[in-house]
């Protein structure tokens, strides 16, 4: 199961940037094998941030851990997941000034959110080998709706995006709204010449869908062989020659593969076009905007680490 956190949830996309690298358990033991979680790491502006929740932090990201990274990579990776705690206490405590709280009603629309996909064994199996209980992701999911709501405040604020500005970009960037010829086009996939040869002479008064879905033995064959739109360099170049060179509508004689054998039928040919402004305009917008908030977001972050004390007390 990935990590519960929604898509637009920024300090839980920054985490989930390390999903492919951190480890679970990344805490020297004693004797006893039991680490020190109260091990104070960092503190910001007087507020300890303990081993115990880094080490939890990483095992909500890899419960099951890893054991193929060295020590230094174990370093770094321990280092940048407490930046981003570090962050999120940051933000936290702007909630706090200014005066940022969520009523039950938000919380209960994110967590029915997160389970609509889920019964509660399921859920329940998915959780609890992360969090260590249902109410420990809870209080996660809480934490991080509320550090959400601070920066919905700041992400953007005051960040517009014009369409002379949108208009600007797409000069700039004309190449890149060039869209190539493109067809759609079905297959029948069949093991041997033989079979292709008669399911050739079927198509003479047949529907190629039907015998699609009776005949072919490709994973397309249930949608009656569509193999929906793509453009030239989409399909192997044996195939392309043959498909982009039919007329819509029009049957292909068979053609071998290592696999076996195939019969196209074009169904629509588009041809290429240039993407106009107004095609594209909002999402050209849209994209600056994003890349502007970020900046803003980024800004502002620093500026609260400027007034914040922040010390370092172990070296990661």
Not at 94 to 99: R, V
Request: with cysteine.
């Amino acid at each position: 199961m990935p990590v519960i956190y929604r898509k637009e949830s920024l300090l839980g996309a920054l985490i989930m940037a390390l999903l492919l690298f951190l480890p679970s358990g990344c805490g020297k033991e004693d004797d006893s094998g039991i680490k020190d979680q109260s091990k104070i790491v960092a503190r910001v502006d007087g507020t300890a941030i303990t081993l115990g929740r880094l080490d939890k932090a990483l095992k909500v990201i890899l419960p099951e851990g890893a054991g193929e990274f060295t020590e230094d990579e174990l370093s770094e990776l321990r280092s940048s997941l407490l930046k981003e705690i570090i962050d999120e206490e940051l933000i936290l405590k702007e909630a706090a000034n200014k005066g940022l709280t969520l009523n039950e009603e938000e919380l209960s629309i994110e967590i029915a959110f997160f389970k609509k996909d889920y019964d509660e064994k399921g859920f329940a199996e998915a959780v609890i080998p992360r969090y260590g209980s249902i109410s420990a992701w809870k209080d996660d999911v809480r934490r991080k709706l509320l550090i959400k709501k601070v920066i919905g405040e700041v992400r953007g604020l005051g960040v517009e995006v014009s369409d002379v500005e949108a208009r600007e970009y797409y000069e700039k960037n004309h190449d890149s709204y060039d869209v190539p010829e493109q067809v759609s086009a079905a297959m029948i996939f069949v093991e041997t010449k033989a079979e292709a040869e008669k399911i050739k002479a079927l198509l003479v008064s047949s529907d190629f869908a039907e015998v699609a879905k009776a005949h072919s033995n490709g994973p397309e064959a249930e949608l009656g062989g569509e193999l929906g739109t793509f453009g030239r360099g989409d399909m192997p170049e044996e195939f392309e020659v043959v498909v982009f060179s039919l007329k819509e509508g029009e049957i292909s004689e068979p053609v071998s593969s290592p696999f076996g054998f195939h019969i196209f039928k074009l169904n629509s040919r588009m041809k290429g076009r240039k993407l106009s402004f107004e095609d594209v305009k909002e999402d050209i917008k849209e994209a600056l905007w994003r890349d502007r908030a970020e900046m803003e977001y980024r800004k502002w972050i620093l500026e609260l680490k400027e007034k914040t004390k922040i010390e370092a007390l172990e070296d990661l």
